[in-house]
């Protein structure tokens, strides 16, 4: 099974399976400069997102973890399809009103079928900060387990979302782990309840539970509030995908 990944910035990123799927993750397109206001502070956007105009047609599976603008905007919204299956939580069905949306609570399985693959998305609980006041603040945050199954041949990915390290992450996923798209940043780790996005130590963690095979580091330096830098990760021993191309990550 060869998958290719873009990565557009922020978390948006595709995945291409044989060249017949295309799955995509929170379309977050506003430009350079777009200043966003959250509850406690505002960011601005300080990298263009890279893509080229086509990069979303034909997505078939759009999987979306939070309602935050960083992760969806307006932008965002009109390159989903009508017809293109999307998977969120309840939070997002009124911005989403009109696409093909299934919403997803935690630990819920859904089975899809393109051509001749299945795929099988688990929902993973992602605590997007460190402590339950903050967290109910903030709301509620999907990860997904991808599981794409081609015959006997399967690969896993998992998509961490917005979360810290926590036991109870952890211990949801019980499947061995080809790839994790991990998001970064370290936000607010400075505040009450901070941070509010994983920091390079809290991915160590991870990996060295999981087990995975790859690890592609992304949510990285394209907001002012996102704290951890590229050259951090590259210090940590990780590596970084260059941004509008695609790359080829698998090929079992």
């Known amino acids: 099974m060869k998958i290719n990944f873009y990565h557009v910035g922020v978390a948006t ?7 017949k799927i295309k799955i995509a993750t929170d379309p977050a397109l ?4 777009t200043i966003l206001k959250f509850k406690s502070f505002e960011t601005e956007r300080l990298q263009d997102p890279k893509y080229d105009n086509d990069i979303f047609q034909n997505v078939d599976l759009w ?3 939070h309602l ?3 992760h969806l905007d307006l932008l965002g919204k009109d390159v989903i399809a009508d017809s293109a299956l999307v998977l969120t939580n309840s939070d997002a069905l009124s911005f989403l009103e009109g696409k093909n949306v299934v919403p997803l609570k935690w630990t819920e399985e859904y089975v899809t079928k393109f051509e001749n693959y299945t795929i099988k998305i688990t929902t993973i609980p992602a605590y997007h900060g460190n402590n339950f006041i903050t967290r109910k603040i903030v709301g509620k945050v999907n990860g997904y387990i991808l599981e794409i199954f081609d015959g006997n041949d399967k690969t896993t990915i998992y998509l961490t979302s917005d979360t810290v390290y926590h036991k109870d992450v952890i211990n949801s996923i ?14 607010s780790a400075d505040k009450f309840g901070g941070p509010l996005t994983m ?5 160590n963690q991870f990996v060295k539970e999981l087990k995975p095979t790859k690890v592609i580091p992304v949510h990285i330096d394209d907001f002012s509030h996102y704290m951890t830098t590229e050259d951090n990760v590259l210090k940590a021993g990780f ?6 191309k695609w790359i080829e990550i698998s090929d079992n």
């Open 30 to 33: 506003s430009p350079k400069g």
């Open 199 to 203: 920091s390079i130590e809290m991915l």
């Open 13 to 19: 990123c595709l995945l291409e399976i044989d060249g």
């Open 174 to 187: 019980s499947k061995e782990l080809d790839i994790i798209i991990a998001n970064l940043g370290e936000v």
């Open 68 to 70: 935050h603008e960083d």
């Open 63 to 65: 999987l979306i973890t």
């Open 239 to 244: 590596s970084i995908l260059e941004k509008g």
